[in-house]
T-cell receptor, first 117, second 113 residues
Framework: AQKITQTQPGMFVQEKEAVTLDCTYD???????LFWYKQPSSGEMIFLIY??????QNATEGRYSLNFQKARKSANLVISASQLGDSAMYFC??????????????FGKGTTLSVSS | NAGVTQTPKFRVLKTGQSMTLLCAQD?????MYWYRQDPGMGLRLIHY???????AKGEVPDGYNVSRLKKQNFLLGLESAAPSQTSVYFC????????????FGPGTRLLVL
């Protein structure tokens, strides 16, 4: 079974609109971390936002917020006020055992976001 | 601050040839990782290291070897390249203190003919 599921291969949004990219995860650990990365067409992996499983509040970083619903095992990324530069591939990732330093990330297959003017 | 760097950026190999990919980080991170990215597959872990002189296998280690002789460098070797190893290879590093982020290099695009 997939540990990280991103069900939206592609999403389309207009500038200035908000968009939600879905991510569900599967783990039996109580302690884990969830990440979102952005990969523009240039290929680099850019860290966006992190949510720990014990964090009580949803993480926010500028226009990015993570809608963390622990009971549903979902960690959706919300981008507010989309910009053309947001067009990219977005990956959800999980590290099991958030307090175990250095555990590698498990990635989803990604969602391609296209922002139009 | 260079962060994580990878050399080369792009390489074409013939089947059976060998090569080494170099990853270097200047953040004094303890942990380093090699991933591969294939279309539709996301990133998958090849090998990782939790400190100088240590290495461990990830999800897809077959056909690769690694070495971490210096803390700042993590080498990925292909002894006998195969077309199935055509991929984009990413190196990453992290501090190893708990809730840390992994920082990625720019990637190496490898084509095996």
């Amino acid at each position: 079974a997939q540990k990280i599921t991103q069900t939206q291969p592609g999403m389309f949004v207009q500038e200035k609109e908000a968009v939600t990219l879905d991510c569900t995860y599967d783990t039996s650990d109580q302690s884990y971390g969830l990440f979102w990365y952005k990969q523009p067409s240039s290929g680099e992996m850019i860290f966006l936002i992190y949510q720990g499983s014990y964090d009580e509040q949803n993480a926010t970083e500028g226009r990015y917020s993570l809608n963390f619903q622990k009971a549903r095992k979902s960690a959706n990324l919300v981008i507010s006020a989309s910009q053309l530069g947001d067009s990219a591939m977005y990956f959800c990732a999980m590290r099991e055992g958030a307090n175990q330093a250095g555990t590698a990330l498990i990635f989803g297959k990604g969602t391609t976001l296209s922002v139009s003017s | 601050n260079a962060g994580v760097t990878q050399t080369p950026k792009f390489r074409v190999l013939k089947t059976g040839q060998s090569m080494t990919l170099l990853c270097a980080q200047d953040m004094n991170h303890e942990y380093m990782y090699w991933y591969r990215q294939d279309p539709g597959m996301g990133l998958r872990l090849i090998h990782y290291s939790v400190g100088e002189g240590t290495t461990a296998k990830g999800e897809v280690p077959d056909g690769y070897n690694v070495s971490r002789l210096k803390k700042q460098n993590f080498l990925l070797g292909l002894e006998s390249a195969a077309p199935s190893q055509t991929s984009v290879y990413f190196c990453a590093s992290s501090q190893g203190t708990g809730q840390e982020t992994q920082y990625f290099g720019p990637g190496t695009r490898l084509l095996v003919l």
